[in-house]
């Protein structure tokens, strides 16, 4: 299994604990004064520990962090909450999303590294990832179950018109520099590629222009995939 899709497959996952953890109807209950994290949170936060912990023991360094999605759903449940508008609270929560503290720590590391680092994270055919080997622990749900339902909105997400036409429109964005990509995940196994073919520097020089390039491109991308996503997740 190539390292995107066990990225993806540890990515639904974590929806789907996050799914098991709020129910079908019930998202987020902020509290008054916003200073007691939700309940989501909290087993976000014990799964990322795990992690951390579990990176540790393989000689890896990762931050336990709150991923940017728990920030988008945390900001759309309170716009809920309150009346406001949905859809400007997701994009703005999209758009202001703080960097994560790994991929900046891996942005450092030579492609040997980062290779190695993922297949820690992530894992391998023959090694099961820290990822996914802690979210039993995290969650106390069948995971099982819970990503057979992630799959199904992923599935309708991928589907929507409006995820469709913005993907389109950052595979124009990345050919306008230069990149022949066929979708949005594929950014990662193209720079993998040219990088083995490079000395350590000027793969890591190309991989910092790739991404550099992707991050620009994707913006509208990540704010419509989340907007659909959220929406099927908290109406399933």
């Known amino acids: 299994m190539e390292l995107s899709n066990r990225r993806n ?3 639904l996952l974590v929806a789907a604990l996050i799914a098991a953890t709020i129910g079908a109807s019930v998202l987020f209950q902020p509290s008054a004064h916003g200073e007691e994290p939700s309940e989501v949170r909290d087993q976000v936060l014990r799964h ?3 992690v951390a912990e579990c990176m540790e023991s393989r000689g890896f360094e990762y931050v336990a ?3 940017g999605d728990l920030i988008i759903e945390e900001a759309r449940a309170a716009a809920e909450a ?3 508008d949905v859809k400007a609270a997701v994009e703005e929560a999209s758009q202001n999303l703080p960097p994560d503290p790994n991929e900046l720590h891996v942005a450092t590391l030579e492609p040997g590294q980062q290779q190695a680092w993922g297949d820690a994270l992530w894992g391998t055919d023959s090694l099961e990832g820290c990822y996914d080997s802690t979210l ?3 969650s106390r749900v069948d995971l099982e179950a819970e990503l057979d339902r992630a799959q199904s909105i992923l599935d309708q997400v991928e589907s929507d018109p409006s995820v469709q036409g913005a993907e389109a429109e950052y595979l124009t964005c990345m050919a306008a520099h230069g990149y ?3 979708s949005v995940d594929s950014i990662h196994e193209y720079v993998g590629l040219r990088a ?3 000395d350590a520097e000027a793969g890591q020089e190309l991989a910092d222009q790739a991404y550099a390039h992707h991050d620009d491109c994707v913006r509208q ?3 419509t995939f989340n907007t659909v996503h959220l929406s099927l997740l908290g109406g399933n």
Do not use: C
């Open 196 to 198: 083995e073919e490079l």
């Open 136 to 138: 039993e622990t995290a």
């Open 180 to 182: 022949s990509l066929n």
């Open 82 to 84: 309150t009346g406001s």
């Open 48 to 50: 990322q520990q795990l």
């Open 9 to 11: 497959r540890s990515l």
């Open 221 to 223: 991308y990540n704010a």
């Open 65 to 67: 962090t709150v991923p």
